[in-house]
């Protein structure tokens, strides 16, 4: 069974950046697709990126295209999620997933992820 450990939330202003992390363990990472979600206060969680196991086209919400970009490092067994120009809206708590998906398709529903993280805090706030 794999695990994973967030990191790389805080406190942030409008425009800023932060880079969460994702720390795999545990599993055969080269096999796994990796997706990044988020629960704003209030709100569902909701899909942000993923990235698949060959790490080619990466899926993104529509809302962060442009300023997130997903990536990640085989050697380290890490995913990231770069976050840029951060506005308040995405203020939430982000989640890492780990989908043992045969195929390079990204999933976008929660449920069909195998193994999930604690989640790390991001805020964006004045």
């Known amino acids: 069974q794999v695990q994973l450990v967030e990191s790389g939330g805080g406190l942030v202003r409008p425009g800023d950046s932060l880079r969460l992390s994702c720390a795999a363990s545990?599993?055969?990472?080269?096999?796994?697709?990796f997706g990044w979600f988020r629960q704003g206060p209030g709100k569902a969680r909701e899909f942000v990126a993923g990235?698949?196991?060959?790490?080619?086209?990466?899926k993104y919400v529509d809302s962060v295209k442009g300023r997130f970009t997903i990536s990640r490092d085989n050697a380290k067994n890490t995913v990231y999620l770069q976050m840029n120009s951060l506005k308040p809206e995405d203020t939430a708590v982000y989640y890492c997933?780990?989908?043992?998906?045969?195929?390079?398709?990204?999933?976008?529903?929660?449920?069909?992820?195998?193994?999930w993280g604690q989640g790390t805090q991001v805020t964006v706030s004045l």
């Open positions: 997933a780990a989908d043992w998906n045969p195929t390079v398709v990204i999933r976008t529903t929660w449920g069909e992820y195998d193994a």
């Open positions: 990235i698949s196991k060959d790490g080619e086209m990466p």
């Open positions: 545990g599993g055969t990472f080269t096999t796994l697709t």
